[in-house]
């Protein structure tokens, strides 16, 4: 079984997260919650996402990218950045038709420091499927072919926050 790890560090024009082995659904909470913390913090920035040693993507994962290159482009802080995909990565993307969305280059950045590495963790909770639901609602946006692919998947997480919302009391946001 191999290990992942994804860390988040500073560069000189932003913040890079370094993503080993998969990047998936179990990281996107805590790692979606450190970006917005940093990322409020910052009038300019880029974002950076280096996959040169990432082997796999998820949806979730991926659409987590998405949200934040529309966060970081609609607020003019700058920009996101895909750094040196391995193959399969660009193979992932491509079959989303993200290869045109998302900004992917092959360059080195700068480093300037650690910020934190980021846990692994599920929930299993009402803000667990709201970014479930956030991420793939970002994806059908994309195009028709991912409309196509996450519809489905985006009503039965709709319906499952529904549910727990009528279980536990909660109110929708």
Do not use: W
Not at 97 to 108: E, F, P
Not at 143 to 169: H, P, T, W
């Amino acid at each position: 079984m191999s290990t992942s790890n994804i860390s988040i560090y500073f560069t000189s024009d932003g913040i890079l997260v370094k993503v080993i082995g998969k990047g998936v659904v179990e990281y996107c909470r805590d790692l979606k919650e450190d970006l917005e913390k940093l990322i409020s913090e910052y009038e300019k920035l880029n974002l950076y996402f280096d996959l040169s040693e990432t082997t796999h993507l998820d949806s979730t994962f991926i659409g987590l990218m998405v949200v934040f290159d529309k966060k970081i482009s609609n607020s003019n802080k700058g920009n996101l950045f895909i750094l040196n995909p391995q193959t399969k990565i660009i193979e992932i993307l491509s079959s989303m038709d993200l290869i045109d969305i998302l900004k992917i280059t092959n360059v080195d950045v700068h480093i300037i420091g650690k910020y934190k590495d980021v846990q692994a963790n599920i929930k299993k909770d009402i803000v667990e499927l709201k970014l479930l639901i956030e991420t793939h609602n970002h994806l059908i946006q994309t195009g028709e072919r991912n409309k196509e692919i996450f519809s489905s998947l985006e009503k039965v997480l709709k319906e499952e926050l529904k549910k727990y919302e009528q279980e536990n009391g909660e109110n929708k946001k």
